[in-house]
């Protein structure tokens, strides 16, 4: 075959390949094989040499028409195949504007919190105010100054997280150190004492801290509601009013209430109150007499402690027993909340079930 021949037939065959080519890459390696270093084409470029004198001018002539051939048709496919990639990487990017959004769940405020912002409603109704004081506490708030000295046998009611000093000395274990996890909100009261004139009405809602394994009815951190109440002339009386009150609004009208004696180191007298129970109305068994197990066939629920504030307990906070008296009660926020929704295990508060949370 003549020269002008195969590269008229490279000519074409290129041009099917540039045509048939549907990627930039693909139409790069198209390039490469005719117009690279090594080339098909290429070859003939440096092969002129060797060309007969009398063919030279036309095999020249077909050579440099199948190149401009073939780089013009490489100029065109490159655009096209660019625009269409860019086109296409476009495509994939979008947004589409049309698509129906993905619905966001609604949250929901947690029944912890519910019930404390409940409970403090009810007493900010009476006219209390909100006290507060830190979770990280000296063992002087949190048992010292609250008529329960070292080894006071109350004491061991409340297993205690104690707090390592940072400072290097890691001699604070049990018993060592003096600062702990309050066990208690009743701590505030101290820090009301000391902070706030008298007559003093205040709730302190609270997180609080214990050695406990959580089971259906401990949790090692949990909620409370402290009150506490230093004026003139207040008696046991006021006490029971007082949180009769609570209890109506809380539980509602139907529920009773009752005082039980009882021991706590800051009161004396002490007492814990009991409400009757939604589940069986008090009556301590159900329809068809079997024992209800939400008050174990008692027909009450215990859901706080309280008592008249020990005289003790003003005197180490500098108030004149003699001239003032008060009361002070505490009420565990996660049982109040189970009790009212006969929820039969805390903790299911703290389980993060949607299912469970979004009922309330
Ligand atoms: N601090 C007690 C506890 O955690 C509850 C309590 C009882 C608080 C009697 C009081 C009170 O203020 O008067 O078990």
């Known amino acids: 075959m003549a020269i002008t021949d195969e590269l008229s037939a490279l000519r074409e065959s290129t041009l099917a390949d540039i045509a048939a080519a549907d990627t930039t890459a693909a139409l790069e390696t198209v390039r490469v094989a005719v117009l690279g270093k090594s080339g098909t084409l290429t070859g003939y470029l440096r092969s002129m040499g060797s060309v007969p004198k009398e063919e030279r001018a036309a095999v020249?002539?077909?050579?440099?028409?199948?190149?401009?051939?073939?780089?013009?048709?490489?100029?065109?496919?490159?655009?096209?195949?660019?625009?269409?990639?860019?086109?296409?990487a476009i495509d994939a990017a979008a947004v589409d504007v049309t698509l129906p959004g993905r619905a966001q769940q609604m949250g929901t405020r947690h029944l912890i919190n519910a019930i404390t912002d409940e409970i403090?409603?009810?007493?900010?109704?009476?006219?209390?105010?909100?006290?507060?004081?830190?979770?990280?506490?000296?063992?002087?708030?949190?048992?010292?100054?609250?008529?329960a000295p070292a080894d006071h046998p109350s004491r061991s009611m409340q297993d205690t997280f104690y707090v390592r000093d940072l400072s290097g000395?890691?001699?604070?274990?049990?018993?060592?150190?003096?600062?702990?996890?309050?066990?208690?909100?009743?701590?505030?009261?101290v820090h009301a004492m000391e902070d706030e004139e008298l007559p003093i009405y205040v709730i302190a809602p609270g997180k609080v801290y214990r050695r406990d394994v959580a089971d259906?009815?401990?949790?090692?951190?949990?909620?409370q509601v402290e009150g506490l109440v230093v004026d003139k002339n207040i008696t046991f009386g006021d006490l029971k009013g007082t949180l009769e009150y609570f209890c109506k609004h809380m539980f509602g009208p139907d529920r009773?209430?009752?005082?039980?004696?009882?021991?706590?180191p800051f009161t004396e007298p002490s007492a814990e109150a009991d409400v009757s129970c939604g589940v069986c109305g008090?009556?301590?068994?159900?329809?068809?007499?079997?024992?209800?197990?939400?008050?174990?066939?008692?027909?009450?629920?215990?859901?706080l402690g309280c008592g008249m504030v020990d005289p003790n307990v003003l005197e180490m906070s500098n108030i004149d027993p003699e001239v003032y008296s008060g009361f002070a009660f505490g009420v565990g926020v996660e049982r109040v909340a189970c009790l009212k929704y006969n929820v039969p295990d805390l903790r299911m508060l703290l389980e993060g079930d949607m299912r469970f949370l979004r009922q309330f």
Request: charged share 25%; aromatic share 8%.
């Open 60 to 88: 020249g002539k077909a050579v440099n028409e199948a190149r401009a051939a073939v780089e013009e048709a490489l100029g065109a496919a490159k655009a096209r195949l660019e625009a269409a990639e860019l086109d296409a």
């Open 120 to 147: 403090s409603e009810i007493f900010l109704g009476l006219g209390y105010s909100v006290a507060t004081g830190p979770e990280v506490e000296t063992d002087w708030y949190n048992f010292t100054a609250l008529n």
């Open 169 to 189: 000395d890691t001699a604070a274990v049990r018993g060592e150190s003096d600062v702990l996890l309050r066990t208690q909100t009743s701590g505030v009261q």
């Open 216 to 223: 259906p009815s401990h949790l090692p951190q949990f909620t």
């Open 256 to 264: 009773k209430t009752r005082f039980r004696a009882h021991f706590f």
């Open 282 to 303: 008090g009556t301590g068994h159900t329809h068809d007499g079997e024992r209800c197990r939400m008050c174990k066939g008692t027909g009450w629920l215990e859901i």
